[in-house]
């Protein structure tokens, strides 16, 4: 069964291998050109140079793509949590057979995550970049607005409650972090290999039975894993002095 993740950009404040929606899952024999009918030429235009930039490992570049709105959401009290959920979105490479889908703002999901984050501009419309990889699949959501005549991404800011509960779970993350460091060949190389071939499912399947652990350790684990395995950016590139 293929794995899919939403692989939603930082601000939408994942955690650990965790996100806020449920993306859908597709094998890739159903996925299609990445020009699609209801996308707008501008719209179709800026994921394209998105998803480049993300799989560029460009920072700096993405971090042009945000409304100066959200850039100032960050600061030197919070630059460090930024910086780690800004870097999860380059654990993918997103190919170029990505399906688009654009949509009127779901209030319900604004109003179900209002505790952890919250939108400094009012979205207009919810953009959903669908991607599969293998028998991975994976979803990235961005909230768009135009302002001063370009389109931008509005990605949410986190709330003071987020930021304190994301620091709190420091020593949790640290754990599975720790524990997919201990892994030792044959089982690191197997994994290893299963996570480059796009088979994640197949990692969390081998990883939890050679430990017997419970499945959210072993999803835990392997993203820990894959993440510390992808060469990422440099954090402090993406965020440098807001630009207004």
């Known amino acids: 069964m293929p794995f899919t993740r939403t692989s939603a950009l930082a601000f939408s404040l994942l955690i650990a291998a965790a996100a806020p929606y449920v993306a859908r899952a597709q094998s890739s024999a159903g996925f299609k050109s990445p020009v699609t009918p209801l996308v707008p030429d501008d719209v179709r235009s800026f994921a394209g140079d998105y998803v480049a930039a993300i799989n560029a490992k460009d920072s700096a570049k993405l971090w ?19 910086d780690a959920l800004f870097n999860i979105q380059f654990d993918d490479t997103i190919p170029p057979n990505y399906i688009l889908t654009l949509s009127p703002v779901n209030e319900a999901n604004l109003k179900a995550f209002a505790e952890s984050q919250y939108f400094p501009v009012a979205p207009e419309h919810e953009l959903q970049i669908d991607y599969q990889v293998g028998d991975d699949g994976g979803a990235l959501i961005l909230w768009l607005v135009h302002e001063k005549g370009r389109l931008y991404a509005d990605q949410p800011c986190a709330t003071e409650e987020f930021i304190v ?20 060949d044959p089982l690191r190389a197997e994994l290893l290999a299963l996570l480059a071939a796009h088979n994640r499912s197949a990692a969390i399947t081998r990883y939890k039975s050679a430990t017997s652990s419970d499945m959210r350790t072993a999803m835990l684990v392997i993203s820990a894993l894959k993440h510390t395995a992808t060469t990422a950016a440099p954090p402090a590139k993406a965020f440098s002095a807001p630009a207004q």
């Open 64 to 82: 042009s793509f945000l409304t100066p709105e959200t850039r100032s959401c960050v600061n030197p009290t919070n630059k460090d949590v930024y």
């Open 165 to 184: 509960n994301y620091r709190v779970q420091a020593a949790a993350r640290a754990h599975y972090k720790q524990l997919a460091a201990e892994i030792q």
